[in-house]
């Protein structure tokens, strides 16, 4: 930040008013300050310096968060004002308007250096709005969405302006999402800040000054919350009750998407869902990119290579196939398209602030943009889904280039001077870009949802803002076939997943350029972790299907795809956990274990839920390579080997192997592998013991994959608990929801005890004899589904 004589500051405060839940301060030189407690844990900072406050508007928050709930308590000493929360105490100079945040236990978290300051812009009559922190000792900093660098992001600045970035590379900033949020680490605690604001961001973490954290918009409000908790994990889930998450999206959503750009005829989409399953390959989803339009245009297909687009759908779904199909914002200018004539006669389209239309270069030519950032034009784009999804039978929808982007201009987008409505707050491009995408994705969910009814929609898209989680998922965009991007994909993914946005993926194997045999696979490795596993690429650079790379490429990415499928109750239980508590479905390590130091650096290995431990091979002829595992005990998931963590491991990894570790005293469900999600009837679920020394808990749920029965209670979710003793080893399973799951049966495969259990006992009772299965190489305990207790017991010496 530039120290510029036009920088101007809070002066002395001259006020405190009170009330329950809020203070309002006001200074000598006419700042307003209004602190808010929007919880115990999360406090709202909101400044003006123009005498006034804007109306309060957010499209961050999911609105279920309330204030006027949560009260102080409130002080005053010589020096300060003092507002308090059970957790959290924030201490106000009278002198400067400064702000210092306290834990209970009195704790320094976070203190404001310059704090609140401000740059006129008379031009736009709005102000830069700045803040700058202290950068404590030995202060880390993570988050901020889809930023391809280091997961830490001490001594780097970054900005937050959507931006269509086709090849980009590790540090290309700002990319296509908006994700004004962070969490700052140090040796007294950790919090996480929400800069909710729209216009373009920055943010500076120790990089222009060492000691100094800033961050500032060039316009709207410095309004921030800040979020208190324990572990950087409660953030994260704090975070997510403040920003909302998704719906549990359909089962299906978890297996293996298949994309190119394009799938340009039927024809072509037949040979691969037949090829898929001639292979036996799974996958669930197929996608059609921009050219299954006529013409680009949007929601109309073309007439000869898609002529009966309901057919072929229907016949893809019937194989167990489900369709996605592209939309893009511009709409084509063409008054004969009713799409184009329909928005032109409503007024929905952008406008220069003087009225014309406003007219930008995408795919089809020129186009149209429709206002998204308005309710009636939201409504009226969610009806445009009719036809893909209602009468055609589409399950998702896939959102694109709307950042906005527009080709052959030099800024990429918008002219700023255009107009939007901001849900009638009405404003420029400045403010309405980096929730453009996002606005978009909200209305398309909200077509999906309703012509998907009684399934669950699908979304995807490629910019979004903080919240935008609770409309579609996103990938990471245009990224490139190298190893490098490979290491992109690994910390983009974590990192947007503690940024709010769980449900994600990346172009797997790269979109443009074409990776090679091996790097694909490491890819597709890395993908069997990461919520959405799709393939995409740019088509001209050669093909890129799991069959695209030989015939030891198909064993090895069918290997992986498996792995997939036999993962999915696991994923979906770890999916669950992030819509009904907001954690985070894929955890760095810092996020695992923030007591230990080690792991704040690291970005290669990262937690898939609460059990399982990976750690990709990110670079070419690699067949090991060293890995830290986190304290406690782990097991080599493919050999079954016992790990001690708190250190660094090397390992062995042969190419057909990501290397993964499952968290001593896990229990880990499988599935057998299917070629999509409910090819098999189940009749029973494996569970995977692996024995540790301390009581811990793994959980499972279960629904019907799709559809809401499990709003009104038509869910399984059972919680396990080990309880290792002497000469035994008892497990317990609490049941709940109204579900009853498809199979009877358990087949619960040991690893890590020395021997076969003496005794088997099932709620107290022996189990008969054939309880205990030993089939050849096979060796599991059948148990019924519905348990409460069984304990397997050994002789004691
Ligand atoms: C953009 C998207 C890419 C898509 C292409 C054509 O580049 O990021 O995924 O394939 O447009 O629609």
Redesign the pocket.
């Known amino acids: 930040m530039h120290q510029l004589l036009n920088e101007h500051f809070p002066g002395a405060v001259m006020r405190c008013e009170k009330a329950n839940d809020h203070a309002l301060l006001s200074t000598q030189n006419g700042v307003m300050l209004r602190v808010e407690a929007i919880t115990d844990h999360v406090l709202r900072f909101r400044y003006t310096a123009k005498g006034y406050f804007e109306k309060d508007f957010s499209y961050a928050l999911d609105g279920k968060h309330r204030s006027g709930f949560n009260a102080f308590e409130q002080g005053e000493t010589a020096s300060h004002y003092l507002l308090k929360t059970p957790v959290l105490e924030a201490r106000i100079s009278k002198e400067d308007a400064k702000i210092s945040l306290f834990d209970a236990a009195g704790n320094l978290l976070n203190e404001d250096e310059k704090g609140f300051h401000w740059e006129e812009n008379p031009q736009q009559g709005d102000n830069i709005v700045k803040m700058s922190k202290r950068s404590l000792t030995g202060e880390h900093y993570y988050g901020l969405g889809d930023k391809p660098s280091n997961l830490n992001l001490r001594d780097r600045r970054f900005q937050n302006w959507g931006t269509d970035q086709?090849g980009f590379a590790k540090d290309t900033d700002p990319l296509y999402r908006n994700i004004p949020f962070y969490y700052g680490l140090h040796k007294q605690g950790c919090y996480g800040i929400f800069f909710d604001n729209s216009f373009r961001t920055f943010f500076d973490f120790a990089s222009e000054r060492k000691n100094v954290t800033s961050f500032w918009a060039e316009g709207g409000e410095m309004n921030y919350y800040f979020i208190a908790g324990s572990s950087l994990l409660n953030i994260a889930r704090r975070y997510a009750r403040l920003t909302g998450v998704p719906e549990l999206p359909p089962l299906w959503t978890l297996g293996y998407h298949q994309c190119k750009?394009s799938y340009a005829s039927a024809e072509e989409l037949r040979g691969i869902a037949e090829r898929f399953r001639a292979l036996r390959i799974p996958c669930d989803a197929l996608y059609l990119?921009?050219d299954y339009m006529d013409g680009f245009r949007c929601f109309t297909w073309h007439p000869e290579n898609f002529p009966d687009p309901k057919a072929l759908v229907g016949e893809l779904e019937s194989q167990g196939f489900k369709t996605v199909a592209?939309i893009d914002p511009g709409i084509k200018v063409d008054m004969d398209y009713a799409v184009c004539r329909e928005g032109f006669e409503n007024g929905y389209f952008c406008t220069y602030a003087d009225g014309p239309l406003y007219k930008g270069q995408v795919w089809p030519g020129e186009c149209y943009f429709p206002d998204f950032t308005r309710p009636a034009v939201r409504n009226w784009w969610a009806e445009q889904f009719k036809g893909l999804i209602g009468e055609v039978g589409l399950a998702g929808i896939w959102n694109?280039?709307n950042e906005p982007a527009i080709m052959e201009v030099p800024t990429k987008t918008f002219p700023l001077e255009i107009r939007h409505d901001y849900d009638g707050h009405p404003c420029s491009h400045r403010k309405a870009h980096n929730v453009y995408g996002m606005q978009m994705s909200r209305a398309s969910f909200a077509g999906v949802k309703k012509y998907a009814y009684p399934n669950r929609p699908f979304l995807i898209t490629?910019s979004s803002y903080a919240g935008g989680q609770r409309y579609s998922s996103v990938w990471t965009?245009?990224n490139v076939a190298t190893w490098e991007h490979l290491w992109v994909a690994n910390v983009q993914c974590q990192r947007l997943s503690i940024s709010g946005f769980s449900l994600v993926g990346t172009d797997i194997g790269g979109?443009t350029e074409h990776p090679s045999m091996e790097l694909y696979i490491r890819w597709l490795q890395l993908g069997v972790f990461h919520p959405l596993m799709r393939t995409?690429s740019?088509g001209d650079h050669g093909e890129q299907e799991p069959w695209s790379f030989g015939e030891e490429g198909i064993e090895l990415a069918r290997k992986a795809i498996e792995l997939r499928y036999r993962l999915l109750p696991y994923l979906y239980t770890t999916f669950y956990q992030y819509v009904e508590e907001g954690t985070p479905f894929l955890r760095p390590l810092v996020f695992v274990d923030q007591e230990d130091r080690n792991t704040w650096f690291r970005q290669d290995e990262f937690m898939a839920g609460d059990s399982l431990l990976v750690c990709p091979i990110l670079e070419p002829n690699r067949l090991g390579r060293r890995l830290y595992l986190p304290r406690g005990l782990w097991y080599d998931y493919h050999n079954q080997t016992l790990m001690e963590g708190g250190k660094e491991h090397y390992l062995e990894i042969p190419l057909e192997r990501i290397p993964i570790f499952v968290r001593a005293g896990a229990i880990l469900p499988h599935y057998p592998v299917q070629q999509y999600v409910g090819e098999k009837n189940l009749e029973y679920l494996d569970l995977h013991v692996y024995r540790g020394e301390i009581p811990q808990d793994s959980y499972l749920y279960e629904d019907q994959g799709d559809g809401y029965g499990y709003e009104e209670g038509a869910y399984a979710h059972k919680a396990f608990k080990v309880l290792p003793q002497k000469g035994k080893y008892r497990i317990t399973q609490h049941r709940s929801g109204k579900w009853q799951s498809p199979y009877r049966h358990y087949r619960l495969h040991l690893h890590g005890f020395e021997s076969a259990p003496e005794r088997l006992e099932i709620n107290g009772e022996p189990a008969p004899p054939e309880a205990m299965v030993n089939s050849g190489e096979d060796f599991y305990l059948q148990v019924p589904e519905n348990f409460h207790q069984i304990s397997l017991r050994w002789p004691v010496a």
Do not use: A, L, N, V
Request: aromatic share 24%; hydrophobic share 40%.
């Open positions: 086709y750009w990119d921009i592209i694109d280039m490629r965009g245009d979109f995409h740019s």
